[in-house]
Protein backbone atom coordinates (compact mmCIF):
# COMPACT_ATOMS: atom_id res chain seq x y z
CA UNK A 1 0.00 0.00 0.00
CA UNK A 2 1.49 3.02 -0.93
CA UNK A 3 1.00 6.04 1.52
CA UNK A 4 0.87 9.34 0.04
CA UNK A 5 1.00 13.17 1.93
CA UNK A 6 -0.95 16.31 0.43
CA UNK A 7 0.07 19.64 0.82
CA UNK A 8 -1.84 22.59 -0.47
CA UNK A 9 0.35 25.89 -1.23
CA UNK A 10 -1.02 29.17 -0.72
CA UNK A 11 -1.23 29.82 2.80
CA UNK A 12 0.30 26.57 3.91
CA UNK A 13 3.13 25.67 2.62
CA UNK A 14 3.77 29.70 1.18
CA UNK A 15 3.29 32.61 3.94
CA UNK A 16 0.69 34.34 1.88
CA UNK A 17 -1.59 34.08 -1.47
CA UNK A 18 0.08 33.80 -4.87
CA UNK A 19 -2.33 35.57 -6.97
CA UNK A 20 -1.81 38.74 -4.68
CA UNK A 21 1.61 38.36 -4.89
CA UNK A 22 1.34 38.19 -8.87
CA UNK A 23 -1.43 41.18 -8.56
CA UNK A 24 1.08 43.63 -6.98
CA UNK A 25 4.19 42.89 -9.03
CA UNK A 26 2.16 43.24 -12.62
CA UNK A 27 0.64 46.39 -10.71
CA UNK A 28 4.29 48.21 -10.01
CA UNK A 29 5.27 47.53 -13.60
CA UNK A 30 1.93 48.64 -14.63
CA UNK A 31 1.02 45.24 -16.71
CA UNK A 32 -2.20 45.21 -14.51
CA UNK A 33 -4.94 47.73 -15.17
CA UNK A 34 -5.74 49.46 -11.76
CA UNK A 35 -9.34 48.45 -11.84
CA UNK A 36 -8.52 44.59 -12.39
CA UNK A 37 -6.55 45.20 -8.96
CA UNK A 38 -8.65 46.69 -7.23
CA UNK A 39 -10.93 43.69 -8.13
CA UNK A 40 -8.01 41.08 -6.70
CA UNK A 41 -8.06 43.30 -3.72
CA UNK A 42 -11.26 42.89 -2.86
CA UNK A 43 -10.83 39.08 -3.47
CA UNK A 44 -8.02 39.06 -1.08
CA UNK A 45 -10.10 40.90 1.36
CA UNK A 46 -12.86 38.34 0.84
CA UNK A 47 -10.44 35.36 1.16
CA UNK A 48 -9.24 36.64 3.95
CA UNK A 49 -13.02 37.12 5.95
CA UNK A 50 -13.46 33.24 4.35
CA UNK A 51 -16.51 34.85 2.51
CA UNK A 52 -18.31 32.90 -0.39
CA UNK A 53 -16.56 33.75 -4.05
CA UNK A 54 -15.94 32.05 -7.29
CA UNK A 55 -12.33 31.08 -6.97
CA UNK A 56 -11.60 31.24 -10.55
CA UNK A 57 -12.38 35.02 -10.32
CA UNK A 58 -8.60 35.88 -9.33
CA UNK A 59 -7.47 33.39 -11.90
CA UNK A 60 -9.32 34.90 -14.86
CA UNK A 61 -8.59 38.57 -13.45
CA UNK A 62 -5.02 38.41 -13.76
CA UNK A 63 -4.37 36.22 -17.00
CA UNK A 64 -7.03 38.35 -18.79
CA UNK A 65 -4.34 41.16 -18.22
CA UNK A 66 -2.23 38.60 -19.96
CA UNK A 67 -3.30 37.77 -23.40
CA UNK A 68 -0.70 39.38 -25.44
CA UNK A 69 2.51 37.87 -24.64
CA UNK A 70 3.24 33.91 -25.85
CA UNK A 71 2.39 31.76 -22.52
CA UNK A 72 6.17 31.14 -22.83
CA UNK A 73 6.90 34.76 -22.44
CA UNK A 74 4.14 35.11 -18.98
CA UNK A 75 5.30 32.10 -17.56
CA UNK A 76 8.77 33.36 -17.50
CA UNK A 77 7.66 36.37 -16.15
CA UNK A 78 5.58 34.80 -13.49
CA UNK A 79 8.51 32.68 -12.48
CA UNK A 80 10.90 35.69 -12.67
CA UNK A 81 7.95 37.19 -9.98
CA UNK A 82 8.61 33.90 -7.61
CA UNK A 83 12.05 34.40 -7.69
CA UNK A 84 11.78 38.24 -6.34
CA UNK A 85 8.52 37.88 -4.32
CA UNK A 86 7.27 34.06 -3.28
CA UNK A 87 10.59 32.37 -2.68
CA UNK A 88 11.51 34.10 0.62
CA UNK A 89 7.80 33.46 2.13
CA UNK A 90 8.05 29.49 1.88
CA UNK A 91 7.75 28.36 5.49
CA UNK A 92 10.66 26.79 7.46
CA UNK A 93 8.33 24.32 8.67
CA UNK A 94 6.72 23.16 5.65
CA UNK A 95 10.28 22.45 4.45
CA UNK A 96 10.86 20.44 7.35
CA UNK A 97 7.76 18.62 6.87
CA UNK A 98 8.46 17.82 3.32
CA UNK A 99 11.56 16.33 4.13
CA UNK A 100 10.42 14.12 7.08
CA UNK A 101 7.24 13.19 5.03
CA UNK A 102 9.83 12.18 1.70
CA UNK A 103 12.11 10.47 4.77
CA UNK A 104 9.54 8.54 5.83
CA UNK A 105 9.08 6.85 2.43
CA UNK A 106 5.76 9.33 1.81
CA UNK A 107 4.43 10.01 -1.85
CA UNK A 108 4.39 13.64 -1.65
CA UNK A 109 1.39 15.40 -4.04
CA UNK A 110 1.36 19.52 -4.43
CA UNK A 111 -2.80 20.25 -4.28
CA UNK A 112 -3.42 23.93 -5.27
CA UNK A 113 -5.50 26.31 -6.48
CA UNK A 114 -2.15 28.15 -7.80
CA UNK A 115 -0.86 28.75 -11.47
CA UNK A 116 0.59 25.65 -13.25
CA UNK A 117 4.35 27.28 -13.41
CA UNK A 118 4.01 28.14 -9.96
CA UNK A 119 3.46 24.77 -8.80
CA UNK A 120 5.92 22.50 -11.32
CA UNK A 121 8.35 24.99 -9.47
CA UNK A 122 7.58 24.41 -6.47
CA UNK A 123 7.31 21.18 -7.37
CA UNK A 124 11.31 20.69 -8.28
CA UNK A 125 12.12 22.80 -5.44
CA UNK A 126 10.89 21.02 -3.04
CA UNK A 127 11.08 17.41 -4.50
CA UNK A 128 7.40 16.51 -4.86
CA UNK A 129 6.35 13.54 -6.56
CA UNK A 130 4.22 15.40 -8.09
CA UNK A 131 0.95 17.84 -8.34
CA UNK A 132 -2.30 18.81 -9.06
CA UNK A 133 -3.12 22.64 -10.02
CA UNK A 134 -5.25 25.09 -11.73
CA UNK A 135 -4.89 25.12 -15.70
CA UNK A 136 -5.30 28.46 -17.69
CA UNK A 137 -6.92 27.87 -20.77
CA UNK A 138 -4.07 28.48 -24.24
CA UNK A 139 -4.80 29.04 -27.47
CA UNK A 140 -2.35 29.71 -30.62
CA UNK A 141 0.41 30.35 -28.31
CA UNK A 142 -1.43 32.47 -25.99
CA UNK A 143 -3.59 32.17 -22.95
CA UNK A 144 -7.08 33.11 -22.96
CA UNK A 145 -7.56 34.31 -19.51
CA UNK A 146 -9.57 31.58 -19.11
CA UNK A 147 -9.55 28.38 -16.57
CA UNK A 148 -9.62 25.10 -17.84
CA UNK A 149 -12.50 23.56 -15.76
CA UNK A 150 -12.96 24.45 -11.89
CA UNK A 151 -10.10 25.91 -9.85
CA UNK A 152 -8.62 23.22 -7.97
CA UNK A 153 -10.37 23.83 -4.13
CA UNK A 154 -12.84 22.56 -2.27
CA UNK A 155 -14.62 19.29 -3.34
CA UNK A 156 -12.88 19.70 -6.99
CA UNK A 157 -9.32 19.60 -5.05
CA UNK A 158 -10.50 16.00 -3.43
CA UNK A 159 -11.99 14.79 -6.71
CA UNK A 160 -8.49 15.39 -8.58
CA UNK A 161 -6.20 14.26 -5.78
CA UNK A 162 -8.31 11.14 -6.05
CA UNK A 163 -7.94 10.61 -9.65
CA UNK A 164 -4.57 11.81 -9.90
CA UNK A 165 -2.97 8.78 -7.06
CA UNK A 166 -5.46 6.20 -8.83
CA UNK A 167 -3.97 7.30 -11.95
CA UNK A 168 -0.24 7.01 -10.47
CA UNK A 169 -0.53 4.55 -7.86
CA UNK A 170 -3.43 2.19 -8.67
CA UNK A 171 -7.05 2.21 -7.64
CA UNK A 172 -7.45 1.16 -3.50
CA UNK A 173 -3.28 1.27 -3.93
CA UNK A 174 -3.40 3.90 -1.86
CA UNK A 175 -3.99 6.19 1.31
CA UNK A 176 -3.70 9.15 1.94
CA UNK A 177 -2.03 9.57 5.04
CA UNK A 178 -1.45 13.10 5.69
CA UNK A 179 -2.92 16.25 4.75
CA UNK A 180 -2.18 20.22 5.28
CA UNK A 181 -4.18 23.14 5.02
CA UNK A 182 -5.09 26.69 6.08
CA UNK A 183 -8.17 26.97 4.87
CA UNK A 184 -11.42 25.24 5.49
CA UNK A 185 -12.53 24.68 1.55
CA UNK A 186 -10.07 21.90 1.62
CA UNK A 187 -11.94 20.07 4.21
CA UNK A 188 -13.53 17.57 1.96
CA UNK A 189 -9.41 16.72 1.30
CA UNK A 190 -8.47 16.82 5.17
CA UNK A 191 -11.33 14.31 6.53
CA UNK A 192 -9.79 11.65 4.18
CA UNK A 193 -6.63 11.39 5.53
CA UNK A 194 -5.41 9.94 8.45
CA UNK A 195 -3.47 12.73 10.15
CA UNK A 196 -4.43 15.88 9.46
CA UNK A 197 -2.36 19.32 10.32
CA UNK A 198 -3.66 22.88 9.46
CA UNK A 199 -1.05 25.63 9.45
CA UNK A 200 -2.51 29.03 10.59
CA UNK A 201 -6.04 27.79 9.83
CA UNK A 202 -8.73 30.50 9.44
CA UNK A 203 -11.46 30.89 12.28
CA UNK A 204 -14.26 28.23 10.64
CA UNK A 205 -11.15 25.69 10.22
CA UNK A 206 -9.24 26.38 13.50
CA UNK A 207 -12.86 25.06 14.50
CA UNK A 208 -13.18 22.23 13.11
CA UNK A 209 -9.54 21.21 13.71
CA UNK A 210 -10.38 21.40 17.64
CA UNK A 211 -14.24 19.43 17.31
CA UNK A 212 -11.88 16.49 14.92
CA UNK A 213 -8.76 16.64 17.15
CA UNK A 214 -6.29 17.45 13.83
CA UNK A 215 -2.78 19.20 14.65
CA UNK A 216 -2.42 23.07 14.61
CA UNK A 217 0.58 23.27 13.75
CA UNK A 218 3.32 27.23 13.51
CA UNK A 219 5.36 26.93 10.41
CA UNK A 220 7.21 30.03 10.46
CA UNK A 221 9.74 29.01 12.51
Given at each position: ?23 T??L ?9 G ?13 L?Q ?5 R ?6 L ?13 E?Y??R ?24 L???S??P ?32 V???G???LR???Q????N ?8 E??Y ?15 V ?9 E ?15
Amino acid sequence: MIHVAAFDLDGTILDGESPLKLTTSLLRHRELPLHKGVLMGVWGIKYRLRLPQTESTPRELLFSALTEPTVEEVDSEILEIYDKRMRKHIRPGAIREIEKCRAEGLKLVLASASFKPITTTIVDELGFDGQISTIMEERDGHYTGKVVGVPVQGPEKLRLLIQYCDDNYGHNQWVLERAYSDHYSDAPMLQMAHHVTVVDPDAKLERISKQKGWEIADWDE
